[in-house]
């Protein structure tokens, strides 16, 4: 069975008002990274010993990877609250994407006699070429 136009466009509300209940949200990934501590006769210094869980944001600045280390657990925990809310923004715009385009391909066109005209083909170009910025493929 497929959803109507209507149940798409309340499902598409539904989703709406979910944002308005994110909470404060940074990118990233927390992790907890095994370091050596340095001290020779800590069992983190044998070859095959534990090491010290170092708790870590982890995200992307200009394409390079930046840690981030936290001076206390709260810090960290509240991080993690941070990061767990953006991954559930990101999942809430994959889904409202997801439910768009489902909406732009059922919501009919309407009547048009237009057809493709030579003038009807140049204002869509220039429609194009104003909602880019540039035209795409074509030079006018
Ligand atoms: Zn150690």
């Not at 206390?72 to 715009?93: I, S």
């Not at 994959?94 to 009547?111: D, K, M, P």
């Amino acid at each position: 069975m497929s959803l109507t136009l209507a149940d798409l466009e309340a499902a598409r509300t539904k989703l709406l008002q979910q944002f308005l209940n994110l909470g404060d949200f940074r990118p990233g990934t927390v992790s907890a990274v095994p370091r050596r501590c340095g001290k020779p006769r800590c069992r983190c210094a044998q070859r095959h010993g534990e090491r010290h869980p170092q708790f870590r944001l982890l995200r992307k600045v200009k394409g390079k990877s930046v840690s981030e280390s936290f001076s206390t657990p709260a810090a960290f925990r509240k991080a993690a609250q941070e990061v767990g809310e953006y991954h559930r923004f990101q999942d809430l715009v994959a889904q409202l994407t997801v439910i768009n385009e489902q909406i732009c391909r059922s919501r009919s066109v309407g009547s048009d006699e237009t057809g493709w005209t030579e003038a009807e083909k140049k204002r869509l170009l220039a429609f194009i070429k104003k909602s880019h910025g540039k035209s795409r493929g074509f030079s006018s």
